[in-house]
């Protein structure tokens, strides 16, 4: 449900808007249910709906819901914090019932006629957004703290939260401020000894750092990014490779069926598995080859279709089969894609290295993987079977997509990348117009884009439509 435009802003006061109200907690059986109200008639609901007249704020209040002819609906807790010093920064209530989706719909009804309105998803958030309570960094990391599929991305998303990530940014853009005041100084005061920043060094020093540092913050976003959405890896290649018995050691579990019979695998099974602090959302797919089964044909287009989507493809191939057809894995590999992948999305995977003898393996190790290092891929022998060479392999895919997180990473998505690549151009067309044609007006104009794009990740400069975009992916209740 996309969030709509702000019936109001900031600027024209809080007391235009409509007091909201949504269950935060999720429907079903519990032990414990909250609705959340948050707007200027949320304390006079509570009071109305408890029969209480007053509540003290930040401190717990127990009582029961009423209907509006005195049958009680629930009883519980009410939670009053009084604006500006709450989430929203308007007041905000907390009903704290029973769990369980009739209490909780009938509660949420009563208030509704008390004269609350359904909140939007994510306009708990964009209120605190639009009222200064926390940036735009901030309230994109309540949902990927929500969402976190790993202990790594939970605590990564609480320390952009918290206003780490915010803090980089903002240090980033105070230089920014600093350079474009000293460069604009030098071309409206041009005559002006004490001001010629153009040609003493200092400006283009400073430009050097920020340059740096914005760097730092670009390899940092990469590995947030990584650690929120983790990669989408593709197991394809010939039947009976082995695709569906990786999926099932690295899952840690028989998701997919095994047998001898070519052809078992025939659509695509989806699998999230976190590994070394990665998430792998994995695909395993219909072996590749010609075949007049219908059924097994439209598996063999899914799995191609998926091929195109993936981050990362592993290809699995039968390492005892192949070294029998004298076969060359990337040889191999056009034959089943068309073409041969880039080396930085493909990872060849010889299954079944348990079953060769030394001879066999000595001639794969000279010839096979000698040409496969010389043209940039990799291979890593695996046994399906045994559990050989698994862990080689996830650290391997790991260093392939440069997954190698700081102890104090921090939650990115690919917005934030975008913004960042883009002032990094900018800074850099601003140097190339300081140090090489020393055109004060091309490198304020550049500066002045660069503050503007790296703005937009913390919201200073962001149109409403990436607003709702943004806030239109929460859940209800936030």
Known sequence: MALAAPESSKKSGLSSLPTIAAIATPLGRGGVGVIRLSG??????????????KFKPRMASFCRFYQADGTVIDEGLVLYFKGPNSFTGEDVIELQGHGGMILQNQLLARVFKLGAKQASAGEFSYRAFDNDKLDLVQAEAIADAIDATSAAAASSAIRSLSGEFSKKINQLLEQLIYLRLHVEAAIDFPDEEDVDFLSDGVIQDKLEQTQEKIQQVLATAKQGQLLRDGIHVVLAGRPNAGKSSLLNRLAGQERAIV??????????????????????????TAGLRETEDTVERIGIERARTAITQADMLLMVYDVTRDLEEEINPLQLAEQLFGELPAAKRLLIIANKSDLLNNNNAKEINSISQQEIHDRGYEQVNVSCETGAGINDLVETLCAKVGFHPPENSL???????????????????AHEQLTVFKAGELVAESLRQAQHSLGEITGEFSADDLLGKIFGSFCIGK
């Open 40 to 53: 200027t008639r949320a304390y006079s609901i509570a009071c109305t709906l408890t029969g209480k007249s």
């Open 259 to 284: 047998t001898d019979v070519a052809g078992t695998t025939r659509d695509t099974l989806q699998e999230t598995v976190v590994l070394n602090g990665l998430t792998l959302h994995l695909t395993d």
């Open 411 to 429: 939650i990115a998505r690919t917005r934030h990348l975008d913004a960042l690549r883009r002032t990094a151009e900018y800074l850099a067309e």
